[in-house]
């Protein structure tokens, strides 16, 4: 049975990523990246779907766990009483191969360990074919090659290979698996020790360049960390999570796959990376924005894959059983063919915040985003199936609305600013004519605030973003009673529900947890509407959820005191960010709100 979602570690190689539990073992990993077939996925399964463990060979152990400071790179202590390891486990940030490092070391007394490894391609189906080399085996399933390398014997039993050994004070021992193509010569094997020196060198000069000198510097960092192990660093792309299927409610069915890049996180992610000063990365993604909406605007999606695809089918595996029974597991996402017309917003956004921030545009890239407003401008009084992917009939969701409003809104900034040539008259007052309808059509006059969708009684964490894109100040008493009404009705528990599933119909059977990155948002409006103590207390309240590593996924459900969820979750770690830097009173940090926006009406 796989551990708690919370139990989990990440190490990564900025192509792909595992997951590692407290005891040793790794449960996930897709290869050759984010988005490939599992070769463990013990996960989502049992350990007949594939794992790799390294752990004491018998008796109790107690284990603790940290990352090296400022790095990927893991440690886990095993404590018996008559003796101490540290695993020592890592990613090389990947050359021509992927690799991941295993390194035992014993700290004090005797143990005896085992390691065991079950590969399993396909989403754990897939048996391959072993063969014994001088220091480990070579397996190969298809186009598939994993080569195993150590420094101590291995071998077969029952379908698994295995490795016992015994460690006194001061010997360590070493196990390096790397991913090549079947089709190709072996992969040689990579120098552990050199491996490691390099990783921990690059992970500490990446972690220097952080700008925050704030309080909350070692949440702060260790989420770009996690950021930045999302980020498929051939193109610039990043993922929400590196996993799919776990679930928002333990047991139930909303289970997605988040191993691609949606355009929601745009400006959330420009925005993160350059308030920490990370603007390599930043420019990375918004070229990876740039050649993914490239083409007809009419045909622009939400999510693409990690190079950019737009084909991305949503299929069940039906082997696996689905973490602590939760199904169906699912491999690709439909969403990606839904309209969402917030999208728009995110990317004018995104853009805008790149030349305000960066003084990074171009003639050019403007002319793209003109083709999408003249798209918007045709379908934004359209329903559609908002933010949060509903699957149910499509609304006029009131973010979406407001959305459009953003869209058009930093164009025209941006036109101004930069004097390129526009239809600035039409965009003003295509802008004017949505903020005003959303301000009209949007707002409960009977629960005095703004609701999920026109006509609606129901309300929408998502508009707790009204302060921070712009639409309406926070000191307005629309906006103060809205924030009011989503503590009321959308925090029992002292966490923000994304909307009420039990109410709102959205094609799904209800129940979901507490969502994290609105959560965070709740943080901003608290501050925007005057009430920055609540806010720092709600803010370190959210950092007591992380993990031991101080990991996040997208959910947490407190009745069971648990994380759920894809896991670590890109959208919750940026949101901590951006909340941070939204705390820091003393610091000019660049927000969503800039100060050259107008006043609102």
């Given at each position: 049975m796989p551990s708690r979602i919370e139990d989990y570690a990440l190490i990564g190689d900025l192509e792909t990523a595992a997951l590692v539990n407290k005891d040793g073992c790794i449960d996930w990993l897709c290869w050759p990246d984010f988005s490939s077939a599992a070769c463990f996925a013990a996960l989502l399964g049992t350990s007949d779907n594939g794992y790799w463990k390294i752990a004491p060979a018998e008796g109790e152990y107690h284990s603790s766990r940290r990352y090296r400071d400022h790095t990927l790179v893991l440690e886990t202590t095993f404590e018996q009483p008559g003796g101490a390891?540290?695993?020592?486990?890592?990613?090389?940030?990947?050359?021509?191969?992927?690799?991941i490092v295993r390194v035992v070391e014993c700290l004090r007394g005797s143990i005896s360990m085992r390691m065991e490894l079950v590969l399993r391609f396909d989403y754990g189906r897939t048996v391959p074919w072993v063969t014994g080399i001088k220091d480990g085996?070579?397996?190969?399933?298809?186009?598939?090659?994993?080569?195993?390398?150590?420094?101590?014997?291995v071998h077969g039993e029952n379908l698994k290979t295995v490795a016992e050994f015994t460690l006194s004070r001061g010997q360590s021992a070493w196990f390096t698996l790397t991913y090549g193509a079947s089709n190709e010569p072996d992969p040689k094997p990579i120098n552990y020790r050199l491996a490691l020196r390099a990783s921990v060198r690059i992970w500490r000069n990446w972690s220097g360049r952080l700008r925050y000198k704030g309080e909350y510097r070692e949440a702060v960092e260790r989420s770009l960390i996690t950021l930045k192990a999302l980020s498929f660093r051939p193109t610039g792309g990043i993922v929400a999570a590196p996993t799919t299927s776990l679930p928002e409610q333990i047991g139930g069915s909303r289970n997605w796959d988040y191993r691609y890049c949606w355009l929601r996180d745009t400006t959330f992610t420009l925005?993160?990376?350059?308030?920490?000063?990370?603007?390599?990365?930043?420019?990375?993604?918004q070229d990876w924005l740039l050649r993914a909406i490239a083409g007809s605007p009419d045909q622009v999606q939400i999510l693409y894959g990690l190079s950019g695809q737009q084909q991305i089918l949503e299929w069940e595996v039906d082997?696996?059983?689905?973490?602590?029974?939760?199904?169906?597991?699912?491999?690709?996402?439909?969403?990606?063919?839904?309209m969402q017309i917030d999208i728009f917003g995110e990317l004018l956004d995104s853009f805008y915040h790149a030349q305000h921030g960066m003084h990074r545009h171009s003639e050019d890239d403007f002319r793209v985003l003109a083709l999408l407003l003249n798209h918007l401008e045709a379908v934004w009084q359209q329903p559609d199936h908002g933010i949060w992917e509903m699957r149910g009939k499509p609304q006029h969701f009131t973010y979406s609305k407001m959305m459009a409003w953003v869209a058009f809104d930093r164009a025209v900034l941006l036109a101004r600013h930069l004097h390129y040539k526009a239809p600035v008259k039409k965009w003003t007052a295509i802008r004017d004519a949505i903020h005003k309808e959303v301000c009209k059509l949007g707002f409960n006059k009977k629960k005095n605030c703004f609701v999920q969708a026109y006509g609606s009684d129901q309300l929408d964490a998502a508009l707790l973003l009204m302060p921070a894109v712009g639409f309406l100040p926070g000191s307005d008493p629309r906006v103060k009673a809205t924030v009011k009404a989503i503590e009321r009705e959308l925090m029992p528990d002292g966490f923000v529900l994304r909307y009420n599933t039990q109410k709102v119909g959205d094609g799904l059977p209800p129940g979901e947890g507490a969502f994290l990155a609105c959560s965070f948002w709740m943080v901003a409006a608290l501050k925007a509407v005057g009430r920055p103590r609540d806010a720092r207390r709600l803010f370190e309240k959210l950092l007591s959820l992380r993990n031991d590593l101080g990991l996040l996924s997208e959910e947490y459900d407190v009745r069971h005191n648990r994380l759920v969820g894809n896991f670590p979750q890109?959208?919750?770690?940026?949101?901590?960010?951006?909340?941070?830097?939204?705390?820091?009173?003393?610091?000019?940090?660049?927000?969503?709100?800039?100060?050259?926006?107008?006043?609102?009406?």
């Open positions: 390891v540290r695993l020592v486990e890592f990613m090389p940030p990947r050359g021509r191969h992927s690799d085996f070579r397996a190969v399933a298809g186009p598939n090659l994993v080569m195993l390398h150590a420094s101590v014997p925005l993160a990376l350059i308030n920490a000063g990370y603007y390599n990365e930043a420019e990375a993604w082997w696996l059983a689905g973490y602590e029974n939760s199904r169906p597991v699912r491999v690709g996402n439909a969403a990606s063919q839904q890109a959208f919750s770690h940026i949101a901590l960010v951006t909340s941070a830097f939204y705390l820091e009173e003393d610091r000019q940090v660049h927000r969503r709100v800039s100060r050259a926006l107008p006043a609102r009406r």
